[in-house]
Nanobody, 126 residues
Framework: QVRLTESGGGSVQAGGSLNLSCEAS????????MGWFRQSPGARRERVAV???????SYADSVKGRFTISRDDAKNTVYLQMSSLRPDDTDTYYC????????????????????RGQGTQVTVSS
């Protein structure tokens, strides 16, 4: 059974930082591009960032320069470091896994992933 378990969400003031983690189990981790998308109730999913199995990364324009994605294949874990947070970053953040995809395609596919986690809430107050 595939499981993606997110942690690290919370509340922070604008300009602050949060670090998200996602541990994967039950899948061939090194065959997957890993990433994050975010979504509010009733809204469309929005891509955030991805990192493929070769270490290539891609980011949504809205988070470039503020968010950094990384992965530790020994721990089957992907991380999202978020800084200079803004109120419009408030959302539920979901970890996602896309099979056999490189970053340039994965950033498009992350909103319809092979697997996703249950989500972790990030709230940024002004």
């Amino acid at each position: 059974q595939v499981r993606l378990t997110e942690s690290g969400g919370g509340s922070v003031q604008a300009g602050g930082s949060l670090n998200l983690s996602c541990e994967a189990s039950g899948l061939y981790y090194d065959r997957h591009c890993m990433g994050w998308f975010r979504q509010s109730p009733g809204a469309r999913r929005e891509r955030v960032a991805v990192i493929d199995r070769l270490g290539g990364t891609s980011y949504a324009d809205s988070v470039k320069g503020r968010f950094t994605i990384s992965r530790d294949d020994a721990k089957n874990t992907v991380y999202l470091q978020m800084s200079s947070l803004r109120p419009d970053d408030t959302d539920t953040y979901y970890c996602a896994a896309v099979l056999l995809s490189l970053a340039t395609a994965c950033i498009e596919e992350v909103v319809s992933p092979s697997y996703r986690g249950q989500g972790t809430q990030v709230t940024v107050s002004s």
